[in-house]
């Protein structure tokens, strides 16, 4: 990034949006030095700083935020050891603890020393406790008190759990599901997240075709599938099969903004398959993860749990919700069976960003009798356009002197360093933004409408597909770095606005 690009950042963009905005990509450090720079603790607290908003701030911080392992009910260290036991799971990055507390078989709560022990100690420990129950849904209602048991346990220093994980894999009659889900959620209230454990969509177990997806993502906050690959009935790699069940979640689920909770297979798993497993999830933008071990996790197990962060943005749940915040005010338009994951085009990106300025009354400042709630009509040719003659967008630099050459160029997948800089150029040119008539806005946001790349705008898939070319890294990105996803561009347009308010 230039010296003049950098120091504009530094002197005219809040300093809370810009680190939230550079906190959540996965890029290459060489791409942005200044992210060596900004500790994990810092970039989070910057981020929830700069958008506190209600409906956001609860979920900037969840159930599943950093590594996870997974506890059976025969796991639990005993008291007198529950503090070393969690010392050990925190140095090595661990910070959620799923602790089975039930079968339909058993008491609510099998362990309750044991649990109220685990419980202070991780606490201690700045460790999240779920507690997960196997429950076979014979009756429902019986099933759902033990869960809800959990829910409500005290411990010894009057401490709770964090969140519900009910493990559904015998009765998956939607009625069953749903009967049992709701008493859960009528119990616990809003705040408590529900996680839904259940196999991946490409396990083969007869039941898992009967699995009520959008049920589950009606009632659940999370939905956490079992990528277990290392089976003598499966034929995938590690990265491939949870990659795609990634995939089918949110395809199965009809929710692109869905909350994927990868648990991998920790069943006498080496590192090369585990990193394997990491990278799927990071490729497949996954919000979080964790191993599900063989009654104890191997050391080999931990040392690839502590490098959770190498493969998962710290802020990964603020950069879901981001999305899910700029696709409920229709500022991006997803399709049932979008991917977020997905990279975006620099057309798609244009028009998002300008979608995100006029939202929020920085593209054009319009009297309370002029605005509108709904967002931007502008075509990718007409957002360029616009940009262009702010000076936002280099049209001279750029010389297309052709629609088709256009064409191509709005198609191309946007990059994370053109976009923030993208970003920063409009921090510069944000007084001839608002001074822009409301006219010169009608005028961009209706032009254009017949080219040919305004006619691809209705597309199967056009916001959240894949553009139709795919660019290796160029000198002006990092080696190895790759095109933004909607996830990145989300969070970069929902935080560029408090830079230029």
């Known amino acids: 990034m230039s010296g003049l690009v950098a120091k504009s950042l530094a002197s005219k963009v809040k300093t809370l949006a810009i680190t939230a905005v550079f906190s959540g990509l996965s890029v290459a450090s060489s791409t942005l030095p200044m992210l060596a720079q900004v500790s994990h603790e810092g970039v989070a607290a910057a981020g929830s700083q700069a958008h506190a908003t209600q409906h956001l701030s609860r979920h900037l911080t969840g159930p599943a935020d950093g590594a996870g392992l997974w506890l059976n009910m025969w796991n639990y260290p005993l008291p007198e050891n529950a503090d070393a036991y969690c010392k050990k799971m925190h140095n090595h990055g661990i910070r959620n603890l799923f602790v089975q507390t039930s079968r339909s078989t058993t008491p609510a709560i099998c362990e309750p020393a044991r649990l109220s022990a685990l419980i202070d100690a991780a606490h201690r420990y700045k460790i999240r406790v779920i507690c997960w129950g196997y429950h076979e849904l014979a009756n429902p209602a019986v099933d759902a008190a033990k869960m809800i048991a959990a829910a409500k346990f005290t411990s010894e220093r009057g401490d709770h759990i964090d969140a519900v994980a009910p493990n559904l894999e015998k009765n998956l009659d939607a009625k069953a599901v749903e009967a049992y889900l709701k008493d859960i959620r009528a119990a616990i209230g809003p705040n408590m997240p529900i996680m839904a454990v259940v196999y991946s969509p490409l396990n083969r177990a007869p039941q898992v075709a009967k699995t009520p997806w959008k049920l589950l993502a009606k009632y659940c906050d999370i939905i956490a599938p079992m990528a277990y690959w290392n089976s003598k009935w499966q034929k995938y790699s590690a990265y491939d099969y949870t990659w795609s069940t990634v995939k089918m979640v949110r395809q199965l689920s009809g929710k692109p903004d869905v909350e994927v909770h990868v648990i991998g297979d920790g069943m006498g798993t080496k590192a090369d398959s585990i990193n ?70 620099r057309g798609d990106f244009y028009v998002l960003v300008l979608r995100q300025l006029d939202r929020h009354n920085v593209l054009a400042k319009r009297s309370p009798l002029e605005r509108t709630s709904l967002p931007l009509d502008v075509t990718k040719v007409g957002a360029y356009k616009l940009l262009a003659r702010v000076k936002a967008v280099d049209a001279k630099g750029l010389e297309l002197a052709s629609e088709e050459s ?35 806005i009608e005028h961009y946001a209706r032009a254009y409408r017949g080219t040919a790349v305004a006619r691809k705008d209705g597309e199967v898939n056009g916001w959240l597909g894949q553009p139709a070319f795919a660019e290796r890294p160029s000198a002006q990105n990092a080696p190895g770095a790759r095109p933004l996803s909607y996830l990145d561009a989300a969070q970069i347009s929902l935080d560029a606005v408090s830079g230029l308010r």
């Open 276 to 345: 394997d497993f990491m990278r799927a999830c990071k490729a497949a933008e996954a919000t979080s993860a964790s191993l599900y071990p063989n009654h104890q996790p191997t050391d080999e197990q931990l040392i690839c749990l502590s490098k959770y962060f190498e493969y998962f943005p710290v802020n990964s749940r603020y950069r879901l919700f981001a999305l899910r915040e700029l696709t409920a005010s229709g500022v991006i338009e997803p399709l049932a069976m979008g991917d977020p994951a997905a990279s975006i085009s």
């Open 406 to 440: 256009l064409d191509d160029y709005l198609r191309r997948p946007m990059w994370p360093r053109e976009a923030l800089e993208l970003v920063a150029r409009l921090v510069e040119v944000q007084t001839s933004l608002k001074r822009l008539p409301p006219t010169v």
